[in-house]
């Protein structure tokens, strides 16, 4: 299967549009300068969504697309020249192109449907990435990923090969890769890990965090009563299902449904849910801050 293509027009759209975040403590002019800053070196905003915490003492978050003639040539004289800028609100700031697609490996388990979103979307258009690869701790899915020409690596992984199945894991994916999707993949990240891609790893986690973290959720919330049961997609850090959450969604059940319809409603929420965040996230959607994120959607 081919792979998603935009049409060439859209191609050319994107060609000199590029991505700004910054966050940053509050405080009178910062609008002023981002945009004096950018009508100066010729770039026209087409977009800008920004939200402050506090007025007064709090953070402020703004994501701004412009568009900028030549600007494969001037992104690195532009990020130099904007320098200042941020040091004089003392940012954190980011400025990324929208034409190059983020490149992602989706690690996998034995169950298909997050997976299969990813792939889907991929497939039609929607998701504005790269799926690089697919590594997967069992062979079941081999099939169904290289149905769509994306390349599949079996790494079993049992407690006594788990230093080497990472080993492995790393060598796939550090420098080739700009994010990590846990698609259910249903082993512990190891620290080590995970100082590769800091803030790089989506994972979807089936419960409504923190309600419920670690193994069998859905058990735990059919043994608790629950009346609505989620899904939560977050970063992951070494505090297990602690990470800054990107996006969460619920549905409503009842006393007749027992684990297995949980199961089975919770993994369209999983779907859905774990999606929304990869989009977000490879275009450009996110800002950490803390163990919260700012989410432009």
């Not at 701004?64 to 004289?77: A, Q, T, W």
């Not at 290289?146 to 796939?172: C, G, M, N, W």
Request: charged share 25%; with cysteine.
């Amino acid at each position: 299967m081919t792979p998603n293509v935009l049409p060439k027009a859209q191609r050319d759209d994107l060609k000199n549009r590029a991505r700004m975040l910054v966050s940053c403590p509050d405080q009178p002019g910062i609008v002023a300068a981002v945009s004096r800053f950018l009508h100066e070196q010729g770039a026209n905003i087409v977009q800008s969504d920004q939200y402050t915490m506090d007025p007064e003492g709090g953070m402020f978050f703004i994501r701004i697309e412009f568009d900028l003639d030549n600007l494969d040539d001037r992104r690195e004289k532009l990020k130099e020249d904007f320098a200042a800028v941020a040091e004089q609100f003392q940012m954190q700031w980011s400025i990324t192109r929208a034409s190059r697609k983020k490149r992602l490996a989706v690690f996998v388990s034995k169950e298909d449907h997050a997976l299969l979103e990813l792939l889907w979307q991929w497939q039609a258009g929607d998701l504005e990435a790269d799926i690089a690869m697919v590594i997967s701790n069992h062979d079941d899915m081999r099939s169904l990923v290289e149905s769509f020409d994306i390349p599949y690596h079996h790494i079993p992984v049992t407690p006594t090969t788990k230093a080497e199945a990472e080993r492995r894991q790393l060598e796939l994916v550090v420098g080739k890769v700009d994010a990590v999707v846990l698609a259910r993949y249903m082993q512990i990240i190891t620290p080590k890990f995970i100082e590769h891609f800091p803030n790089r790893i989506i994972n979807i986690h089936h419960s409504f965090l923190p309600a419920f973290v670690g193994g069998k959720p859905y058990a735990q919330a059919y043994n608790r009563g629950v009346k609505i049961i989620g899904a939560t997609a977050h970063y992951v850090t070494e505090e297990l299902d602690g990470g800054p959450i990107i996006e969460q969604d619920v549905q409503r059940v009842s006393h007749r449904h027992n684990v297995d319809d949980l199961k089975r409603i919770g993994r369209h929420i999983e779907r859905i849910v774990l999606a929304r965040a990869v989009s977000w996230h490879v275009e450009d959607r996110v800002i950490i801050h803390g163990n919260k994120t700012v989410v432009f959607n």
